[in-house]
Structures are given as structure tokens and as C-alpha cells.
């Protein structure tokens, strides 16, 4: 091995332990080992900045822009809504509500289908007495299928094809990708449907746990009329910085304030909800000029006045490590935290002082507008808002699909590149006033687009080093015995183990010119193994971590860190074996 392969290879290791060890962020680590490579002259500039000047991260953060307005307006949510039906346990409801999910994601980010569809299948759950945990995961398992299918399906097949333009492969077809994508998609919808009401076990969603829950840490205490506390302000009255319990909101008879801010005088009557520490809960009861009240009910999700939520953390939350108090939560997000879910249950104990972990599901209590300043920003991987009627289609939900049938149709038909199609959709919707500028900018997960061009830049190290080909000879040298297929069964598998363990996109740009380069020496159609990299790189099933909408469907799923493999193993070896025995017939050698 040459200097700069050692090299090389001591950055990827670096960057691999980083991003499974510590909350440091993709983009971050990935960006610093671009610019290490440049400073220890691996690359040269136009390598490391190479992936900024390639259509890829482009075209994504146009998509993210088209997604984003048609979940704006509303333009599926009629057809989602549908896909459940009254009739069925899990299988008919399964059977109704994959596949448009999967063809949905074909087309548009996954990330907002699955947002749209979590609070109303969790509603259709409850309504019909059935465990969601059956459902959630089937629902994003579908979602990570359907993007397999089409070249927008995933921003994973956009990396892959600016790739492939990179080294001078002709470029990806729109639908090319489906020769592999639609058998794996079928067999899986098939096999989830199969499996999921047998391999996921019944498990309760967080808001269903604090229901049942709530009354071993919930309790209302009504102001005494002329008492000590009647004319206070909460801070006046030493409620604000309890030990182990904390004052979630002030129902007056006509208005509920919640969250309850320091300055907010109790009045005689007034009835005040706490959450906390039993022990503490039962102290509070011996507080003069409160008396204990009769809970009529926990949560009130018809309240006009006063709105629940659950929201997921994930990496990109700023409060990560720290506990609620330490973090500010409520004064940053005007929102009190009821409880958090984490690996399937409640977490016990005072609430202030538990360290915020990626995963998370909190559940707020907040004013109606909580979901519509929050929803759309890099803080939460979901909001989702408890009780209350589903969304309706908006009046420009046709425009929001017109331009998206658009730039699929110039795209698929050839008559515009994919880059300029996305673009000018993009550009149109916040033309005709569809999304404002400032919503088009958020829509954009910025994250995902500098992991994207930076890893073009490593991308570019493993090959100019060296060290892609060193890499695949290794590979060759253990499969080559079982043939050309063997050896495409060992970058599929490294691929898979590579995209459980980080993004699937940064997997995608490491494995590609290992990829490349093993199908020179390994007998397979360089473009075959770069589409079967594509696939497996989508292919994260296995962890909730592995990818974005697993992570989302964690805590509203109440479900365990292992509840995946169940489910997900069966999955990855489809997965492994359609790649290996359909590829090398479709792209021979």
C-alpha cells in the first residue's frame, strides 16, 4: 500500500468510529475528513469540492422542495387516507396501505409520507383496538422499498448516478433502476405482509402508555379561593422550580394556558395539573392553599384550547446529551414534556434530569400552533399532533402534483435532465406562491446535502490512492471461488453492514469505487454493481438507526431496539439474494 491508501484508510476509520460512537454530526465528520484528505494531499481541491459542483446535491435539494409542497397542500392526503379502510385486523389494512406507499416514495421523499401517515394509522390503531406496533414499521419498511424503484426514489440512486456521470458510466435511466428495485419491492411488500402480524409483537405506543400510566405521576390540585397562593404569580408561589415535579398547565374554566409561563397569576379556582415523582406528587398534596382534585381525564385531545404532541429526537436535535432542564426545552419551544418514551417504555423518574437521547419520542402539552412552527424545522424528526381531524387537501394540491407529474415526465422521458426538471419545478411552486421562499429553504435538510458533496470527496481518495482497488482485490480474492455472483455478494453484504452502521448515502459514495473497481476484477458489469450498491445501500432494515423513517417510527411504535431484526432480517436476504441472482442477468458482464 502506498502512503496515501494508508492514509486514506486511517481517515475512513476514523470517520466509520466517529459515526457510530459518538453524536458528533454526519455532515461535520464527513466534511472534516474531506478537507483532512485535502490538507494531507491525498486529493487535490478540485477532488475534495468535486461532489459541491455535481448535479447530485442539486437535484436532492430540489426534490426535498417539490416534496415539501405536496405534503404542504395536501395532495395525498386523500389517498392515504383511504388506504386503511374499516375492514381487516393487519393483513387487509397492510395489504391496502403498502403499496401506495410504495409508490409514493417512487416519487417523492419518504421522510414526509411516512410524517403524514404515523398520526393516522396510530388513530385507526386505537379506534379499531389493534397494536400500531404492527403497523408502523411495515409502513416504513414500504417507504424504504418503493425508493429502490424509480432514479428520484431515494437521494442514495441520485448519489449513485452522479457517481457513475463522475466516472464516466453512461447515465442512470429514470426507471433503469427498477429492473432491480420493482421485484424487490414486490417480494417485499409481499413478505412484510406475511410476516409482520406474526414476527412484531404487540407492543403500546407512547401516548397509549402515558394514558394508561398517568395516574401513578399525574395529579390536579385546585387553588384555594382567598388562600395562600389566590392572586400569585407562579413564581410568587414557589411552584416553578419544584423537586421532581413540574406544573404543565392552569385550566381557568373558559382557557387553559400551557404551557405556564413564571409570571402567570393562579386565581382562586383555577385547577393546576402536575406532573412528577409519585413521592413527590403525594407531597404536593399537603401544599396550603392547594386542594387535591378528581382527574376527569389525563389528556384532553378535543380541548380547542390546548394541544398534545409527540415529537421524535433525532441526531440533528440540539439538546442531545443534555437533560430537559439543562437544555431549556420549555422556554425554547414554549412546550411542557409530559414524558419520554424510549426503548419501548416510559422513562421513570424526575423527567428534568434524564439526558435527552437520539430516538427519543417526548410527549408535549402546547398551544394549537406548536405543530405549525415546529413541523418543518431540522429540530425534530416528527411532529405529530394528538386527537383533532386530519388534514384536508388545500386548494393548490393540483399544482403541487402537476409539477411533480412534470418533472417526472421530463425526467423519464428523456427531454430534460433530471437536474434541470428538478430545479424548475422547484422554482415554479415558489413562483405561484405554492411555498414561500423561507418554506423552500427549510424543506432543504442542508445535512443531507453536505454529507452528499463531502463524501464525493473521499469517494475520490479511495480511488486516487489506491485503495478502492486494494479493497476489491481483498474482496475478490475471499468470494472469487463462488464466481462473479460471490463477488457481488460480498460488496452487497459490505454495503448493507455499511449503511446500518452510517448514512446510507455516505455507504453508497464509500462503496461505489469499490464497487467499480471489483467488477474489473470480479467479471461483473461495473453498472450492475454500482445499481446493486444503490439498492443495498436503501436497504436498512435491520436497526431503527440505519435510516431516517425507521427512527421516526421508533417511539410513536413503541418499539424495542431488536423489534427490527425480527422483521428486518427476513428482508435483508431477499434483499441479498434477488441482488444477486437478477443483477448480473439484467447488466451481464
Known sequence: MTLDAWLTLAVIVGVLLLLVRTRL???LV???ATVSLLVLGVIDTSQALSGFSNPAPFTVAALYVVAAAVQKTGALTPILQRTLGDKGWVRRPLLRVLPPTAIASAFLNNTPIVAMLIPQISAWADRRQVSVSKLLMPLSFAALLGGMTTLIGTSTNLVVAGQMSA????????????????PVAVLGIVTIVALAPRMLRSRRSAMTELQEQARRFTIEMVVTPGGPVDGKSVEQARLRHLTGVFLTSIDRGDTIIAPVAPETVLRGGNTLRFVGQVGTIVDLQTTRGLEPAEIDHVLDLDSPQVSYYEVVLGSQFPGIGQTLAQFGFRERFQAAVLAIHRSGALVEGKLGAVPLRVGDTLLLVAD??????WHDKADFLLVAGMGGSPPRATSKAWVSIAVLAGVVGLAATGIADILVAALVGAVLLVAVGVMTPLEARRSVDIEVIVVIASAFGVAAAMETSGLAVLVADG????????????VLLGVVVATIVLT??????AAALLMFPIAVATAGAGGLDPRGAAIAVAVSASASFLTPIGYQTNMMVYGPGGYRFTDYARLGLPLTFLVIAALVVIVPGVWPA
Not at 466516472?167 to 420493482?182: C, K, M, N
Request: no cysteine; aromatic share 10%; net charge negative.
Open 25 to 27: 454530526s454526519p455532515a
Open 30 to 32: 464527513i466534511f472534516a
Open 167 to 182: 466516472a464516466g458510466l453512461e447515465p442512470l435511466g429514470f426507471f433503469e433502476i427498477g429492473a432491480i428495485g420493482v
Open 368 to 373: 394549537p400552533g406548536f405543530g405549525e412552527r
Open 475 to 486: 474482496l475478490v480474492s475471499v468470494f472469487d471461488s463462488l464466481g462473479p455472483r460471490g
Open 500 to 505: 446500518e452502521m452510517i448514512t446510507n448515502n
